[in-house]
């Protein structure tokens, strides 16, 4: 295995234990399967002055699906674990103005690479899958409702973050450097996100029947989606998604 993965991975099966640990002996265990689907966006927050204008935004093909487990220590509290497969992605256009990016121009032989402010229109598109591990308190103050705040670990399984610059002109090498125009070029950062993410979750669920309950949940990272290291945009982008679901009791 990867020494890069060794740290991640005992952190996770850290997060895993730590409910069953804490439980200890008393109190009574819920399992659930839920399916849903991620609304949100892998965004700069808040939005930098280099984005002038956002003109679509669409989500993708963003599902998820879960295995939940509670164990109530008392009718009202519980620790909450789990594991879920989840995608995270969207589809944005945007005017932008001296925006530092690295982008590629041509094809073949007349192929050039750019480092710079590119100035323009933009469109992104984001599709991150990944592995992730919560754990939450849960609280149960009526029968009907169960809420949860706690925090997640993820893997990433597979990345996408790729798009096209057009309609406008770079800079290379910055504001000063060198005018470029640019009637279509593309980039892909897939290869440089970052392969873990983390943070904090807060969600509600309300039963719908005996055994089918209804699930929204928000999922803010804090961790950025890029390392420090990456020059290619100069902000710091998090992952910020909203499920919505239905959950089944097994």
């Not at 984005?51 to 998820?64: E, H, Q």
């Not at 509670?70 to 620790?79: D, F, K, S």
């Not at 973050?161 to 057009?166: I, N, P, R, V």
């Not at 980039?187 to 969600?203: E, H, I, M, P």
Request: aromatic fraction near 14%; glycine fraction near 12%; hydrophobic fraction near 40%.
């Amino acid at each position: 295995m990867p020494k890069r993965y060794t740290a991640p991975l005992l952190a996770a099966l850290l997060c895993l234990s730590l409910p069953f640990g804490l439980a200890a002996q008393k109190g009574t265990w819920e399992y659930k399967v839920l399916a849903g689907y991620n609304l949100g966006g892998t965004m700069p927050l808040p939005l930098p002055a280099e984005i002038r204008g956002i003109d679509s935004w669409s989500p993708g093909f963003a599902g998820t699906a879960a295995f939940h487990a509670v164990r109530w220590l008392t009718p009202e509290w519980g620790i909450a674990t789990g594991l879920s497969f989840d995608i995270k992605g969207m589809r944005t256009k945007a005017n932008v103005k001296y925006w530092q990016t690295n982008i590629e121009v041509g094809e073949g032989d007349e192929t050039g690479f750019f480092s710079g402010t590119f100035s323009g229109r933009n469109e992104t598109r984001v599709r991150n899958s990944y592995i992730t591990v919560p754990v939450s308190a849960a609280f149960r103050p009526f029968e009907a409702w169960t809420f949860r705040l706690g925090g997640y670990l993820s893997f990433q399984a597979n990345a996408l973050f790729e798009g096209t610059a057009s309609d406008g002109y770079i800079r290379s090498g910055g504001p000063a450097g060198d005018r470029i125009n640019v009637d279509n070029a593309v980039f892909d950062f897939s290869g440089k996100t970052r392969k873990y993410d983390a943070g904090v979750t807060a969600s509600a669920e309300r039963s719908l029947a005996p055994r089918l309950s209804a699930t929204g949940q928000l999922s803010w990272g804090l961790v950025p989606v890029f390392p420090a290291s990456f020059e290619g945009i100069s902000y710091k982008m998090y992952n910020v998604y909203f499920t919505v679901g239905i959950g089944y009791r097994l």
